[in-house]
């Protein structure tokens, strides 16, 4: 079955870095686009970042261009989220995303909480 494992999250004050992992298994990683979002508490979880199978195709959310950069190794099966000059306001619990279409499931993993606090 689809599994989604998200890593690295953690403490990191404004303006450092973290770099996040999700580990994928369960179906032909190379053939479909991964996305990462976030979630605050009351609020909607919102698009990050996602990548094409391939990696040659990237897109960001408005908030973070320029900051956070989203890459993929498809021989480890894993997509990254590099998360640099932290905001306070990156501060949320962040989910890998595939959306897999033959079975039209969107698959989440557990979460990864991101705090930037001094």
């Known amino acids: 079955q689809v599994q989604l494992v998200e890593s690295g999250g953690g403490l990191v004050q404004p303006g450092g870095s973290l770099r996040l992992s999700c580990a994928a298994s369960g179906f032909t990683f190379s053939s479909y686009e991964m996305s990462w979002y976030r979630q605050t508490p009351g609020k909607e979880r919102e698009l990050v970042a996602g990548i094409s199978g391939a990696g040659g195709s990237t897109n960001y959310a408005d908030s973070v261009k320029g900051r956070f950069t989203i890459s993929r190794d498809n021989a480890k099966n894993t997509v990254y989220l590099q998360m640099n000059s932290l905001q306070r306001e990156d501060t949320a619990v962040y989910y890998c995303?595939?959306?897999?279409?033959?079975?039209?499931?969107?698959?989440w993993g557990q979460g990864t909480q991101v705090t930037v606090s001094s």
């Open positions: 995303n595939v959306f897999i279409t033959f079975a039209m499931t969107n698959y």
